[in-house]
């Protein structure tokens, strides 16, 4: 079976080749940035399955007709569709989330559900990364040893319980007086802490206009 993996996240990455060290039969094509990826080379390719995991541009709708698409959610969908799922459930103060793989359709996290599975974002941005990355190579596995049988694994999402959150943007990682007056010192520690490397950490605006980053805090 033909596997291309397509990504630009490191945590993404890590399960593509986690799956090639597992599944030497296979072959796998592994695609890393977005300048190496073009549809022509997927038509030569041809693989059964596409693995989009931490994939953020949009892909055509004859690519999701024509192959077997499928996408990593870090969230327990229906719940959290949209970009940033990570940062905008630990900002409200969630405290665990679940890894989620589904079949891709024009919708925006919208398709079945191939595979799910739960777990506490304890710790880091790295720890939760982590996570995301051990389970994430977990379920793909699974997935894989029964692709035979996908059609009956899988199941739609239930839409009365689906909520959406926009792609957080730079601007809101800004730490700002009226949180600090407004905010426990949890709330706000949960926002340094979600907006560690490689996202846009989170920072205050200083009176001559610079900016200090906070990569860190405890409380």
């Known amino acids: 079976m033909k596997i291309l993996c397509c990504t630009y996240r490191p945590w993404a990455e890590k399960i593509y080749l986690n799956l090639r060290n597992q599944f030497t039969e296979h072959q796998f094509v592994i695609i890393n940035t977005r300048e190496e990826m073009s549809y022509d080379d997927i038509e030569r390719i041809h693989p059964d399955i596409i693995l989009w995991y931490g994939w953020s541009w949009i892909i055509p709708d004859y690519i999701l007709q024509k192959y077997f698409s499928v996408m990593l959610h870090p969230s327990p969908l229906p719940k959290y569709r949209g970009g940033s799922p990570i940062q905008n459930q630990i900002v ?128």
């Not at 009365?160 to 007086?177: C, F, G, V, W």
């Not at 010192?185 to 989170?202: F, G």
């Open 92 to 219: 409200n103060g969630d405290t665990s989330s679940a890894v989620t793989l589904f079949k891709m359709d024009r919708g925006i996290d919208t398709g079945d559900i191939i595979l799910q599975e739960s777990f506490e974002m304890d710790g880091e941005l790295s720890d939760i990364l982590d996570s995301i990355s051990s389970i994430g190579t977990k379920l793909s596995k699974s997935m894989i040893e029964n692709f035979a049988n996908i059609d009956n694994i899988m199941y739609k999402q239930n839409e009365d319980l689906a909520t959406y959150y926009p792609r957080r943007t730079p601007k809101q990682s800004e730490i700002t007086i009226d949180e600090i007056k407004e905010h426990t010192a949890e709330q706000l520690y949960n926002k340094i802490r979600c907006l560690q490397d490689p996202y846009p950490n989170a920072y205050i605006v200083c009176k001559d206009g610079t900016k200090l980053y906070i990569t860190k805090s405890h409380i």
